[in-house]
């Protein structure tokens, strides 16, 4: 499965972003879809799941200020960022999961985008 990320940038504090992550296959059906973040000299974090159903998590830092949604018809999962502070400064990773609702990526069956730099000055 490759998984075709966009919309990273520069943006002021307080600024807005939406990124985007596109199967470039048609042929798989996703169950789990998330978006992970790494910043710089930090471990990669879940920052927020949307399972099949719709069913939505979201790391605490970032509750009320960025929004998961899916398109299942395009195999796409989006991650609308608004209010953005510094600290949201790291590489955006898409996730996919062929068989698995958890919220995390437990094993083989997940695939990964190549990441989307998101830097927010103050």
């Known amino acids: 499965v490759q998984l075709v990320e966009s919309g990273g940038g520069l943006v002021q504090a307080g600024g807005s972003l939406r990124l985007s992550c596109a199967a470039s296959?048609?042929?798989?059906?996703?169950?789990?879809m998330r978006w992970y973040r790494q910043a710089p000299g930090k471990r990669r974090e879940l920052v927020a799941a949307?399972?099949?159903?719709?069913?939505?998590y979201y790391t605490d830092s970032v509750k009320g200020r960025f929004t998961i949604s899916r398109d299942n018809a395009k195999n796409a999962v989006y991650l609308q960022m608004n209010s953005l502070k510094p600290e949201d400064t790291a590489v955006y990773y898409c996730?996919?999961?062929?068989?698995?609702?958890?919220?995390?990526?437990?094993?083989?069956?997940?695939?990964w985008g190549q990441g989307t730099q998101v830097t927010v000055s103050s």
């Open positions: 949307i399972t099949s159903g719709d069913s939505t």
């Open positions: 296959e048609s042929a798989f059906v996703f169950n789990a």
């Open positions: 996730n996919v999961d062929i068989f698995s609702e958890s919220w995390d990526c437990e094993g083989s069956t997940c695939y």
